[in-house]
């Protein structure tokens, strides 16, 4: 029964993590912990085994969501390395601060983080363009199928600063990424959403080789439930990648904040009762 449950947090986690560039950590994290330990229905679950699966899992979302936006050409490759590039050594000390959480603080801190994100693309519309960063750094432009043209860019110093940041949380809380990414390159960098979930599922699978390496080496992967998670995950990136090309931009911001908002608030909730 563990499988089959696993299974299906980790195909509900590929499909999600796909079709918004999150990873898919940012479902199976939550999901997994309340199931686990909230209903007792898989047993040997600590916030720090299961951050161990996301990252392990998060290879496989990464690669399988890579393959399809390569073919869509919605991936930016160069701003990829260099958002990983900053993000390593923030991940590898995420990792290590984890030691330290307890099951609590950990949803507390990870739904208040949820909560600031979905705020943040909740008032999107109302905020006026951060065109400060897309004029000091290289621009480049993109044409959507609807032929709405983008221009975007950034700073590569802050761009390092920024994804240091994103790599800490990445490694703390097991979530990939793309949750504070997306929205900060859409919001910040002016990326078109399409263009910020390619892109952020690249670095996700670079990032993930890091962050695994890191949480096997410190014991964290429960290797028996990467079985049914891992081809799952797969599958359902493959699905969300596919939908992604299939929704207009504000449908997919839409969808990535009602997502980021309804998990905060399950996940502040177990903290506070915890």
Do not use: C
Request: proline fraction near 4%; hydrophobic fraction near 55%.
């Amino acid at each position: 029964m563990e499988f089959v449950i696993l299974a299906v947090i980790g195909l509900a986690a590929g499909i999600v993590g796909a079709l918004v560039g999150l990873g898919g950590g940012i479902i199976l994290v939550p999901a997994t912990l309340f199931i686990g330990i909230n209903l007792g229905m898989i047993g040997g679950i600590t916030p720090q085994s299961v951050v161990g699966l996301s990252v392990v899992m998060m290879i496989f979302t990464g690669l399988s969501s890579t393959l399809a936006y390569m073919k869509t050409k919605t991936i930016d490759y160069r701003s990829g390395f260099i958002f990983f590039a900053g993000s390593v050594p923030g991940t590898i000390l995420g990792a290590y601060v984890n030691k330290g959480l307890d099951l609590p603080s950990f949803n507390l801190y990870f739904g208040i983080l949820l909560i600031l994100l979905s705020i943040l693309l909740l008032v999107r519309k109302y905020l006026k363009p951060v065109s400060w960063f897309v004029n000091h750094g290289k621009q480049r432009s993109f044409t959507d199928r609807t032929g709405e043209n983008f221009v975007f860019g950034y700073p590569v110093w802050f761009a390092l600063l920024l994804t240091f940041v994103v790599g800490f949380s990445s490694g703390l809380f097991g979530i990939g990424g793309g949750s504070i990414l997306v929205p900060a390159m859409i919001l910040l960098f002016l990326f078109p959403p399409h263009v910020a979930v390619g892109t952020s599922m690249f670095m996700v699978l670079l990032s993930a080789l890091v962050n695994s390496a890191t949480h096997i080496a410190l014991g964290n992967v429960p290797w028996l439930y990467t079985i049914p998670v891992i081809p799952a995950a797969y599958i359902g990136a493959k699905i969300g990648a596919y939908l992604n090309q299939k929704m207009k931009s504000e449908t997919l911001v839409l969808a990535l904040r009602i997502t980021l908002l309804l998990l905060g608030i399950r996940s502040i909730i177990d903290g506070i009762l915890g």
